[in-house]
């Protein structure tokens, strides 16, 4: 169980640095650009101490987009957390599992589970909740930004979570560790890139978080794929996606006063019903 607690914290610090940072005022793509900078390495290292293992072209090309859409979804992330609040943004990218879901039933003739429809089903009262909670008392058209930016999460996250989909199905495991470093050093070069072309002034307190945002980001995954080694699935998911959003939630209050109305608390209640559901399918 220590191994799910691990996976909570690691990406609810995830959350909580995002908000930090933007409390600070601090670039969101210094940020990123630290947190792939980290990643990359760590991925590196573990083609440099793993052996037989190689790489094709359409590993290259496919990591070196995916890693474009990773730095868009995360950059998502970070300006829901801002705009939206840390509540609903968790939450939307918690909900993020149901693309993998809808596509895998369209292109791989997948059959829902009736929990999965349940889910569905939760999921569509979810965004709707979503909606009334960020158009209540804010200025016309404001809400309407929130909103595209939780459903860009939902979508980034979702088409990302399938891509990890797409290629176990598709190329053998001896190019994962090369798959997995072209997206973050792809994701680093964009970042870098857009940060020289933008001018943006790099200030050592954004770039530090950076780096330390990395480390979270990487280990949240080695965590999961432990706690699912030693526990089945249907256990793992809900679990760790609903302790990710109420830490998250309750965090924010108490950190940053963070405060939901009626329609934000009847999303993340839809909302974590929506993934349990979907978990469970």
Known sequence: MY????????????????????????????????????????????ILFKEDVHFSIHTLFFGLGLGLLFVASFFAFAKAISYAGTGLATTSSRLSVIIPIVFSIIIYN??????????????????????????????????????????????????????????????????????????????????????????????????VWGLVLGVPNVF??????????????????PLINVGIILFTTLLAFIIWKEKLNRWGILAIASGLLAIVFLSIG
């Open 220 to 237: 949240s995954t080695i965590f999961l794929l432990g706690a699912l080694a030693l526990l089945p699935a249907i256990i793992v998911y």
């Open 3 to 46: 191994l799910l607690l691990l996976t909570v914290l690691c990406s609810t610090s995830i959350a909580l640095i995002l908000k930090y940072v933007d409390t600070k005022r601090g670039e969101v793509i210094v940020l990123l650009a630290g947190n792939y900078l980290v990643a990359s390495i760590i991925s590196l290292m573990f």
């Open 110 to 207: 997948e059959s829902p589970s009736e929990f999965q429809i349940v889910g569905f089903a939760f999921t569509v009262i979810t965004f709707a909740f979503f909606y009334f909670s960020i158009s209540d008392g804010h200025i016309s058209g404001d809400g309407f930004l929130k909103y595209i930016l939780l459903v860009a999460v939902l979508v980034g996250i979702g088409i990302n979570d399938f891509s990890m989909k797409v290629f176990k199905s598709w190329k053998p495991e001896q190019e994962e560790p090369f798959f997995v470093f072209f997206i973050f050093t792809s994701a680093f070069f964009y970042t870098s890139i857009y940060i020289a072309l933008k001018k943006i002034k790099i200030i050592k307190h954004t770039a």
